[in-house]
């Protein structure tokens, strides 16, 4: 498929997507919701693919939905075409690790489609915010509830209804990002992190991430069976074996992903 609103590289098993609108700071309209739901069943469907990265550009990861195309859409028409729910969430339903690089803007829906990969790394010029309200609207991607459970009630309820923005240096602090890292440096520390996690035994990668992704779903006690039954499982992969065996004998594991 040829992509008009994404840049898309695979090397090393890590698959680098870009948001590409940059006369609109990457402003997230129906067709690159598309492309990048068409990106990620790629990137998902490929064997060769062990993790993904989504990133924008140094001056916006994405300024949210594109307000320009939503100004014309009436109550029938979000509701009739399933607007959000239609081709947003894809990135919800990956079972490959999938990290978000932000750099510059991360507003509206950039912020969420941010909140929705697995962890986020920072750049030191990033700004999250939800300014929906602005325009008379609220958070349509899982904003309200994804901010709520990273930052707690009281800084989401600020954010969202003030629509004031964070800064990295913030969301580092109250655990938005899991690092900030200089601007020059994102790429590179994100790729290094998406490789670190491609070396290893991918079922082990995608069974742990189901686990945590289960902390935010469940209960405890119901997370806690969940995480014991799933560890339980990977014993019966042939890479537990081979993992442990190199440790043992001071050599680097060789994955197969069986
Ligand atoms: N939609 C459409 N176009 C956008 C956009 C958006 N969300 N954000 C920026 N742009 C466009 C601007 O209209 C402008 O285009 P033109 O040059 O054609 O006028 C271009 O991108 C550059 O933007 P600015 O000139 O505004 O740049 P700035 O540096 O002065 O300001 C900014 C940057 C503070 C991010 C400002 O652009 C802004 O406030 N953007 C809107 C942020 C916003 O409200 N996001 C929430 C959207 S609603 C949503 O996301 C709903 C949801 O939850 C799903």
Redesign the pocket.
């Known amino acids: 498929m040829a992509y008009e609103t994404l840049l898309i590289e695979t090397a090393d098993a890590v698959t680098l997507i870009r948001l590409n609108r940059p006369?609109?700071?990457n402003?997230?309209n129906g067709q690159l919701m598309d492309e990048l739901t068409a990106a990620l069943d790629v990137a998902e469907a490929d064997p060769g693919v062990r993790c993904i990265v989504i990133t924008g550009s140094d001056r916006?990861f994405a300024?949210?939905?594109?307000?320009?195309?939503?100004a014309a859409k009436s109550y029938a028409e979000v509701y009739g075409e399933d607007f959000?729910t239609r081709n947003?969430e894809r990135v919800t339903r990956c079972r490959k690790p999938v990290i978000a690089a932000v750099a510059g803007?991360a507003?509206?829906?950039?912020c969420?489609l941010a909140m929705m990969c697995d962890f986020i790394i920072a750049a030191e010029n990033a700004k999250f915010g939800?300014?929906?309200i602005?325009?008379a609207?609220?958070?349509?991607?899982g904003?309200t509830q994804r901010l709520t459970r990273f930052v707690g009630k009281s800084k989401a309820m600020d954010m969202v209804l003030t629509a004031r923005m964070m800064d990295a240096a913030e969301a580092d602090r109250c655990g938005l990002v899991s690092r900030v890292v200089p601007l020059a440096e994102l790429i590179p520390t994100a790729l290094k992190a998406a490789k670190k996690i491609a070396a290893l035994s991918p079922n082990a990668v995608m069974l742990t991430k189901e686990m945590v992704g289960a902390a935010y779903e469940t209960p405890l006690s119901q997370g806690v069976k969940l995480e014991r039954r799933l560890f339980h499982s990977l014993f019966a992969f042939e890479d537990k074996a081979e993992g442990m065996a190199a440790f043992i004998e001071k050599r680097p594991p060789s994955f197969t992903g069986r």
């Open positions: 006369g609109a700071l402003a997230l916006a300024a949210g939905a594109d307000i320009k195309e939503m959000i947003w803007y507003l509206g829906g950039g969420e939800q300014p929906e602005n325009l609207v609220s958070p349509g991607a904003g």
